[in-house]
């Protein structure tokens, strides 16, 4: 299936000479939800203006529901609803009014029936005659969603769409978020929290510098998280792995004094019993040993941070 979104070889330099992005692919696939995780700076909100067609390229193509994001703008940004970072609301417009004017805006023609569905769905019913600026900001987040969803797009981007909001709304933004997939659009969000994209993300994207470190698939990510190494500490370093031991791939510390092994916890036998057993057959002899278990965070800052 063809890709609804896709990005290739995407530069963008600013007016400033800064390079906020530089040549970035990626492919979001219809239905999905993509979380786009990256410390601040990274990119995240440029390369989604850049699809919105907020920002231009400097290079690169864009393609959104098969529509060139520059030679096609209308049709291609007609798919996309855009839930910004910041919060930016008429603060004495009531809730239905400004979700009607966004649907205005993208030339579609009335339809309350449609909008009362996306508040409902957004648990906003009982608050759509009310003003803005009676809202809290959880619920104005919500808001600026119904807004984005007015048109109808195929594509929701949401900017970090739970940054300073409180565990239980979070979490309900997470349902939230669910729901809307389920009702089949497609989603795209940047945030800075692991645990968010690893609780409600398909695939996730890992940015940093205007890079794409990495694209997976979140269960992928999470096998590669049920592995856990096994660090042997000698009592004598040993200049090589012994050959006897050299099917279980371990690795040598650079002193020699440490030998790692992996494996994987979900495996059905560890096979640390037999290794134990066959060091001691190579005359090898053990101060100490230490467990360890990777997790995403590990990953996305092995990732982010740069070698010393
Ligand atoms: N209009 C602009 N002109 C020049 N540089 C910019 C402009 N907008 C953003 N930048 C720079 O581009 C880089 C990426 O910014 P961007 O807002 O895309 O990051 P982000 O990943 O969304 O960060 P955050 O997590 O803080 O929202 C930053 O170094 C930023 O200072
Ligand atoms: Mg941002």
Not at 50 to 66: A, D, F, H, K, L
Not at 285 to 295: A, E
Request: net charge negative; aromatic share 4%; with cysteine.
């Amino acid at each position: 299936m063809a890709p609804i979104v896709s990005v290739q070889s995407l530069t963008k330099r600013y007016d400033s000479g800064f390079e906020a992005l530089t040549d970035v692919s990626l492919d979001i696939r219809e239905g999905e939800i993509l979380a786009l995780l990256g410390p601040n700076g990274a990119g995240k909100t440029t390369l989604i203006s850049t699809i919105c067609g907020i920002t231009n390229p400097t290079s690169g193509r864009i393609e959104v529901g098969g529509h060139d994001t520059i030679e096609e703008f209308r049709a291609a940004r007609s798919l996309i609803g855009l839930v910004p970072q910041e919060i930016n609301l008429e603060p004495f417009e009531k809730v239905i009014n400004s979700v009607r004017f966004s649907r205005g805006l993208f030339g579609q023609a009335p339809n309350d029936a449609y909008l009362d569905e996306v508040l409902a769905r957004l648990s906003l019913t009982d608050k759509r005659d009310q003003k803005i600026v009676t809202l809290s900001g959880g619920m104005k987040r919500r808001v600026l969603i119904a807004k984005a969803l007015s048109h109808e797009p195929r594509v929701l981007f949401l900017d970090e769409p739970t940054a300073g909001v409180d565990v239980e709304l979070r979490r309900d933004m997470w349902d939230t978020v669910a729901e809307l997939k389920a009702s089949g659009v497609t989603i795209i969000l940047t945030t800075h929290y692991i645990e968010e994209a690893e609780a409600i993300a398909d695939r996730i994207a890992v940015i940093n510098k205007g890079r794409i470190l990495l694209v997976q698939d979140k269960e992928a990510l999470m096998a590669e998280m049920g592995r856990k190494e096994l660090r042997i500490e000698l009592t004598e370093p040993v200049a090589e792995v012994p050959a006897a031991l050299a099917e279980y791939d371990l690795e040598r510390s650079e002193d020699g004094t440490a030998l790692t092994y992996c494996y994987d916890t979900h495996a059905e036998s560890t096979g640390i019993t037999r290794l134990l057993t066959d060091l001691r057959g190579a005359g090898l002899h053990l101060r100490d040993l230490q467990t360890r278990q990777s997790s995403l965070e590990e990953i996305f800052v092995g990732l982010v941070t740069e070698p010393a």
